[in-house]
């Protein structure tokens, strides 16, 4: 890849796309605020460039100021945005239709909300040639049949007679993609593209807009936070903070050897698996993101950084500076900074030792009636969202939970808390039997010694009610205390606890940011002394520099308190950072149980080996195997019979016969505590390569 | 007759109405200075349409408060030589000035029009009130728990949604269905449930202190049991509080009409919000389905529920004008606005100054509260 | 979707018995049924008299029995004799729904194009002076029930005193020569000015909703034009609420029927259920009522079936 890179590079005499000292601003009742100050980036044709940067930075103000689409509020303030050499800045309405769709594409994250849902997909499809090339319905509907084929979505005809709700997310997304590509487009803007999908799915998109891009020379603007897509697809980066680009240059330069503190910092806060995790810890970038009308004097970064030098770096406005003739930051220190040297070391980090059973659940099954549409009728369908999952948690041990939606890892963590009850099945905390018990009938021991931390920020708190409040109701809950005075000194104590000022007990939740809230989440689960916290997803939600801190107080929190962690998610970087054994699942069925380092090394289950292979890693010494998954997750209502992996299985023709079709695995032990749930023999077991492997210097 | 010119009676109007500008301006002032200290309220004064619809209903509200400075003369007095007479027609025998004219009985159709303001102000604010605690109290189990109790309500709630509202009011708010037990019995149920309301408020919240709980749920024992006694007719020692039957009738039918529109947009609400992670947080720390619905997802629907209150009262006070229009209920010489319109209706071709002024007055209100029930929608969206 | 009708079907059935059954009982109470007799006999009669003429009639048998009776009528065609006009309720019922019914078709006429293009107009830009100021008007609408607007509409159009008198034509004529526009105007109009801002104010929430979703914006970042987004991507989205909306405006037509027939004296429906309850004619009544609830329930069933067929979300999960 790196080498096309430079070619391209050095072959433009005329960008496809020029952007040159944009500035935008989105006018609210009180004042203007500036989202998007003196941006500048290229395209070359054919070039793909990375946008990355943390919500409200303002890259997807870009795409929509190339667009021409910021509402009602926005408006383009300063500088100018060239295509193919035609000013798009100051154009009309109709100039605008013109470009737009047949000229600049975009697709956006939520591919289910971008198509109309009371029209047919091949409608939405023949409008775009029948628009711009005036094609005629026959002509357009063979384009369009066409083009879904090129995305390589199966049986096209049924596809394009369907309404969009018929179809999976990711044949969605495939259908939007297909949209953008209806008129070859010279530049492609994607926005986070695939956000919303999950990771098997997500891999198979990102394989088709690269193929794509390639096969039609398509130039792309791929917008991200997530540094590892954009390594996979770019050629090129701008790193965005707080409106402003702080780096661009090629990929492989910038994720190598990065001349701004806030990109380093952005790769020191996410986990990589290439790294040793004790060698390594994460650092978070302390601090928080500048609102657009607080920003500081000078480098927007500043506050935040660890190179700050007052006087210089808030003394004026900071221009980019080059680095070489295709990279620039701007920092105004990169010259004096030892930029490889180590990050601090931390102390602690150390892992407490495991100690005793705390929680084992046997045999758990959980099936749920799904009432039929109240408004259509129908028969009841059960939902098999657990089937017979069985592990043990031990005192002061992080048990990581890993798997797509529709996994059922949320039932899981449902019936431990009590929601919901086990269909069948025991589920063991300490010496009582809890699966049967639903959390009214538990006793106030029983509750607080389980809890949970919740993953979206923005919904964990009241709206309603004040940090402390809440705080000393669960308190109260936990008949913690004599006294409202006791508990509002507790309360006080947690909030130490979760390192937020004592001053925040008064707050409301809407003055908190998401970190802050995701804090008081976990001094709420922490509140009562667990056993047992259930964390589901607990950063997923939050900003990648935010990210680390938080994980970091919640595992400092857990290994001081002796506390068994279930940590469910998806990410499985941030799960070999901190988990001490994996489960995975797949449908309701556990797939591979096992200390982490013998789930992340083969032997692998086919699924682990394909979720490892699907996950973007930002780390250019990593090279993967690729293994593409097939389709989508079958729904639990009508799971395929046999494995329930077999639908997708790339390693299905290597079991003889119809076996995988016919019957459930069962659970084989590859080494003592690792576990498997495949028909696969020994010797394919055995012949099993890494997915991910380091290259070059790192190793 | 002396008759005075339309300036003259603009003038006469406008000084008549002095007192409410005062207390317009005291009030309407003194908020937007304090706007920004005053919460939601507050806000209603960032819109334009908030505050000419809030001015509306102050000036209503006002006026009700000071019918008796407003008024002319008593709205009851019949003056034989002003029958039918032009706006501004002065009564020789008082030299009082009919502004709007005097109606078929020869009564000041001006004053009629601000006295009429004080039954629309004493019911339909009330009998909404009286809706919400049913709707909130019912509502809440129906979305939060499901179930039969739901499909039960919710079945109750369309069958009275389906009938017809004339055909209820000429069937409940008739002298006839006095005689009956009727009345007695639907104001025991309806109104025992705001003293329920309060009193599952207090308890589901302090029910693990039970130091402070007695201290707040006696006196509402106390002073809600002596009001619902009351109130019903049961035991009245002041002689308070005891509602005139016509106008219990008229109210009750309002609160039956009202109530399970209300059930359906709480039990809705409570549908969606009780999905959100701060419901099942409030769940795995052992809270009681009471706690939850009454502490975590009620003040979460308080934005479409005030705005819905607006809406609701403005609908009432079309219900109450529906009945006085008809006849039904409050008495014929009422001087409420749906009754004089009906009394004025009946010559309108000929004369048009009896039935308009109860007519625009009662379409003003209603503006006013629809406005600012769309300011403050407005207001909370943007949040 | 048989499975759902049939259910619907039943809910609606339990409906009307319920319904009538409380119609039943009201009208059958004590006080209302010595009234009745007063009226029917003359009122100068003693209470023993009056109770003989209550057994002669048959009202003082068992409730109960007395509506299984006349439920068994009813589902053979009989409705009953009407006590107020002295014939058979179906006799008098039918004309009189006619009349209505031809009310309505002209309100419907009116009503719902002028709605939806408020809304359409109002909602396509959301926060625009053309939305203030159309969204203004539906309020007003809305503000306006009919026992108000038939007055300042017959002052303006119809009253000496204003004397433009364009539309004082008599209903009562339009009834027994059919409508034109100087006798029908203004019932019509009364009716349908204020179901207009009700509709028209559900029309723009739908729209200016549909307007902000990302299909739009797809759309528009298609080169699509603002014409042909309303039309052909907004429009069909934007049309399920108000449609639900427009079928359950029926029954709270009704009301507004019963206002203006009795304002314009238009002897429809709705005179004749003021007539009935007015004299506890209670056959009379309960035909009424049946009607009433089955217009109610057969609108919420075509409600429920073009909500099925606008969304195609729906229709195939059936």
Not at chain 1, 132 to 137: C, K, L, N, R, V
Not at chain 1, 386 to 404: C, D, M
Not at chain 2, 59 to 84: C, E, G, H, S, Y
């Amino acid at each position: 890849m790196s080498a096309s890179v430079n070619s391209i590079a050095t072959s433009v005499d005329e960008p496809l796309l020029a952007i040159e000292d944009l500035s935008i601003s989105f006018s609210t009742r009180v004042v203007e605020i500036p989202a998007v100050m003196s941006f500048s980036a290229t395209i070359a044709p054919g070039e793909a460039l990375g946008l990355v940067g943390e919500s409200g930075c303002g890259k997807s103000t870009v795409a929509l100021a190339i667009m021409r689409d910021l509402g009602k509020t926005g408006r383009i303030t300063g500088g100018s945005i060239r295509f193919k050499g035609r000013e798009l800045t100051n154009m009309s309405e109709a100039e605008l239709r013109r470009i737009r769709g047949s000229e600049i594409a975009m697709i956006y994250q939520e591919p289910m909300a971008s198509l109309n849902p009371a029209m047919k997909i091949a409608r939405q499809l023949m409008e775009v040639p029948m628009i711009h090339a005036g094609a005629s319905a026959a002509h357009a509907y063979a384009q369009a049949l066409r083009v879904v084929e090129a995305v390589r979505l199966p049986d096209p005809k049924r596809i394009l007679a369907s309404y969009p709700h018929q179809l999976s997310g990711g044949q969605q997304q495939r259908i939007v993609i297909a949209m953008a590509l209806m008129s070859k487009p010279a530049l492609l803007i994607l926005d986070e593209p695939t956000t919303a999908l999950d990771v098997t799915v997500e891999a198979g998109i990102v394989q088709l807009v690269k193929d794509l891009g390639r096969e039609f020379g398509t130039s792309m603007l791929f917008i991200s936070h997530n540094l590892g897509l954009v390594l996979e697809t770019c050629d090129r980066i701008c790193v965005m903070y707080s409106g402003e680009a702080v780096e661009t240059g090629p990929i492989v330069e910038v994720f190598d050897e990065m001349r701004h503190p806030y990109t380093q910092g952005l790769f020191r806060s996410i986990p990589l698996p290439g790294t040793d995790k004790a060698l390594r810890p994460l650092v978070a970038i302390p601090g928080n993101f500048p609102l657009p009308y607080e920003r500081p004097p000078g480098c927007n970064f500043g506050p935040r950084c660890s190179y700050f030098v007052a006087g210089r770096c808030d003394a004026a406005d900071i221009p980019m500076a080059p680095v070489s003739p295709t990279h620039a930051t701007r920092c105004i220190r990169w010259p004096e900074i030892d930029w490889a040297a180590p990050p601090p070391a931390k102390a602690g980090g150390a892992r407490a030792p495991i100690g005793d059973v705390v929680l084992s659940v046997d045999n758990l099954r959980k099936y749920y009636e799904v009432g039929a549409n109240a408004l259509v009728g129908g028969d009841a369908r059960v939902v098999k969202a657990n089937e017979s999952v069985s592990f043990e948690a031990r005192e002061a041990e992080t048990l990581a939970i890993v798997g797509e939606s529709g996994c059922g890892k949320s039932t899981l963590a449902k019936v431990l808390l009590g929601l919901e009850t086990a269909t069948a099945g025991e589920i063991r905390l300490g010496n009582q039997e809890i699966g049967q018990r639903a959390i009214e009938r538990r006793d106030t021991r029983t509750v607080a010694s389980i809890q949970m931390v919740f993953q979206n920020p923005f919904d964990t708190l009241n709206p309603s009610h004040s940090i402390g409040g809440q705080i000393v109701r669960v308190l109260e809950k936990f008949r913690f205390g004599a006294s409202q005075a006791e508990r509002e000194a507790r309360m006080l104590e947690l909030l130490d606890l979760v390192k937020l000022p004592r001053a925040f007990a008064r707050r409301m939740p809407r003055q908190l940011s998401g970190g802050q809230k995701q804090r008081i989440g976990i001094a709420r689960a922490f509140a009562g002394a667990p056993k047992v916290v259930v964390a589901d997803e607990p950063v997923s939600a939050l900003d990648v520099s935010v990210q680390a801190a938080v994980t970091e107080l919640l595992t400092d929190i857990q290994r001081d308190k002796r506390t068994t962690m279930l940590f469910i998610s998806h990410d499985l970087g941030i799960v070999r950072y901190l988990a001490d054994r994996v489960m995975v699942m797949y449908l309701g069925h556990v797939v591979e149980i096992g200390a982490c380092d013998q789930v992340f090394e083969p032997p692998y289950h086919p699924y682990t080996e394909a979720l490892l292979s699907a996950v973007p890693i930002a780390d250019t010494s990593i090279e993967k195997e690729e293994i593409l998954l097939e389709g989508d997750i079958p729904s639990a209502v009508d799971p395929p019979p046999g494995c329930p992996f077999q639908t997708r299985c790339p390693r299905k023709r290597q079991v003889p016969g119809d076996l995988c079709e016919r019957e459930l695995p069962p659970f084989v032990e590859l080494a003592p505590g690792h576990k498997v749930k495949c028909h696969l023999s020994a010797e394919v077991f055995a012949s099993m390569q890494p997915v991910i492997r380091l290259v070059g210097t790192g190793a | 007759m002396e008759v005075l010119a339309p300036g003259a009676i603009v003038w006469q109007v406008l000084r008549q109405f002095g007192p409410v500008w005062l207390g317009m301006l005291l009030v309407m002032g003194a908020s937007f200075a304090w706007r920004h200290r005053l919460g939601t309220y507050g806000r209603i004064y960032e819109s334009p349409i908030g505050i000419i619809g809030f001015g509306l209903v102050l000036f209503w509200l006002l006026t009700a408060i000071m019918a008796d400075w407003v008024a002319v003369m008593d709205p009851f007095v019949q003056v034989r030589a002003l029958k039918n007479e032009p706006p501004g027609t002065i009564d020789p025998a008082s030299g009082l000035a009919f502004l709007f004219g005097g109606d078929s009985l020869g009564r000041d159709v001006f004053s009629r029009m601000v006295h009429g303001s004080r039954t629309v102000m004493a019911i339909a604010p009330f009998a909404t009130l009286f809706a919400y605690m049913i709707g909130i109290t019912l509502g809440l189990p129906a979305g939060y728990v499901g179930g039969w109790f739901d499909t039960v309500l919710s079945f109750v709630a369309n069958l009275v949604l389906a009938f017809p509202v004339i055909l209820l009011f000429y069937l409940l708010v008739t002298p006839e269905i006095r005689q009956t037990a009727i009345p007695g019995t639907m104001a025991a149920v309806f109104f025992i449930f705001p003293v329920l309301f309060v009193a599952v408020f207090l308890w589901s919240r302090f029910r693990d202190r039970p130091e402070v709980l007695w201290l707040y749920l006696l006196p509402v024992i106390v002073v809600g049991g002596f009001g619902y006694l009351g109130l019903t007719g049961l035991w009245d020692p002041t002689g308070l509080l005891t509602m005139a039957p016509n106008t219990l009738n008229v109210f009750l039918a309002v609160v039956f009409i009202t109530s399970p529109t209300v059930f359906r947009i709480v039990r809705g609400l409570t549908l969606d919000i009780k999905t959100r992670d701060y419901v099942a947080a409030a769940q795995t720390r052992g809270e009681r389905p009471w706690y939850i619905m009454i502490w975590e997802i009620l003040p979460n629907a308080r934005g479409p529920l005030i705005v819905d209150a607006c809406l609701r009262i403005g609908y009432t006070t079309i219900l109450l004008g529906t009945l006085g229009f008809f006849g039904l209920g409050v008495s014929p010489e009422s001087p409420d606005w749906g009754s004089t319109i009906n009394e004025g209706r009946k010559l309108l071709r000929i004369y048009v100054h009896p039935a308009l002024p109860p007519a625009l007055a009662l379409m003003s209100l209603v503006l006013g509260l629809n406005l600012l029930a769309d300011a403050l929608r407005e207001q909370t969206m943007r949040d | 979707m048989l499975a759902f009708l049939l259910k619907r079907l039943g809910v609606m059935v339990l409906t009307a018995l319920c319904l009538t059954l409380v119609v039943f009982a009201l009208v059958n109470l004590k006080p209302n049924l010595v009234k009745l007799a007063k009226e029917q006999t003359g009122s100068r009669i003693t209470e023993q008299q009056v109770e003989v003429w209550l057994d002669q009639n048959g009202f003082n048998r068992p409730l109960g029995v007395r509506y299984a009776e006349w439920l068994g009528n009813v589902v053979r065609g009989d409705f009953g004799h009407s006590t107020r006009f002295n014939a058979p309720v179906s006799e008098v019922l039918w004309p009189r729904l006619w009349l209505t019914a031809i009310l309505m078709f002209w309100v419907m006429v009116v009503m719902i194009p002028a709605a939806l293009l408020l809304g359409i107009l109002a909602g396509m830009r959301e926060g625009s002076a053309q939305d203030r100021a159309l969204s203004t008007v539906a309020i007003a609408t809305t503000s306006t029930p009919e026992y108000v607007s038939g007055v300042v509409l017959t002052v303006i159009f119809a009253s000496q005193m204003v004397g433009l008198q364009w539309f004082s034509g008599s209903a009562t004529k339009a009834a027994e020569e059919g409508p034109t526009l100087y006798t029908f105007a203004l019932p019509v109009l009364t009716i349908a000015i204020y179901g207009t801002g009700y509709i028209a104010r559900m029309t723009r929430a739908s729209m200016a909703e549909v307007m902000t979703q990302q299909y739009i914006r797809t759309a528009r970042l298609k080169g699509v034009s603002f014409r042909m987004i309303v039309l052909r991507h907004a429009l069909r989205n934007a049309l399920i609420a108000p449609f639900t909306v427009i079928m359950l405006q029926f029954p709270w037509l009704l009301t507004g029927v019963v206002i203006v027939e009795s304002l314009f004296n238009y002897r429809g429906f709705g005179w004749l259920l003021i007539e009935g309850a007015a004299n506890n004619d209670i056959d009379l009544l309960l035909a009424c009522s049946i009607v009433a609830v089955m217009i109610v329930l057969v609108t919420q069933l075509i409600s429920d079936i073009g909500y099925v067929y606008l969304n195609p979300r729906i229709r195939v999960a059936a």
